[in-house]
């Protein structure tokens, strides 16, 4: 099983990006797919998360109506527009994948990506 984060650099406050994750070796529909994040010095935080089927979608209040999670199963591809991004955004940002559902605790997922940086200028 292998998850793969790309997309992440560097943008000025105001701009966007869009990280994909590209996963291998399991059955990419069955799977929950979410992504974390983990800032210097701080805890690793849930972002976003979509159910299986894709109907549901999930996002921390900080990042609500900014970011956009989405799925194309067909390339076992996941992924997490950012608009109007922040310093504060500024973090690694980890691909997570799991059969059991979405979660917003990191240790509910059983497979994670090694994770993109991102970083936002003020």
């Known amino acids: 099983v292998r998850l793969v984060e790309s997309g992440g650099g560097l943008v000025q406050a105001g701009g966007s990006l869009k990280l994909s994750c590209t996963a291998s070796g399991f059955t990419f529909s069955r799977y929950a797919l979410g992504w974390f994040r983990q800032a210097p010095g701080k805890e690793r935080e849930f972002v976003s998360a979509s159910s299986s089927t894709g109907r549901g979608l999930y996002y921390t209040d900080s990042v609500k109506g900014r970011f956009t999670i989405s799925r194309d199963d067909a390339k076992n591809t996941v992924y997490l527009q950012m608009d109007r991004l922040k310093p504060e955004d500024t973090a690694v940002y980890f691909c997570?994948?799991?059969?059991?559902?979405?979660?917003?605790?990191?240790?509910?997922?059983?497979?994670w990506g090694q994770g993109t940086q991102v970083t936002v200028s003020s």
């Open positions: 997570v994948a799991d059969t059991r559902g979405w979660s917003e605790c990191s240790h509910k997922y059983e497979y």
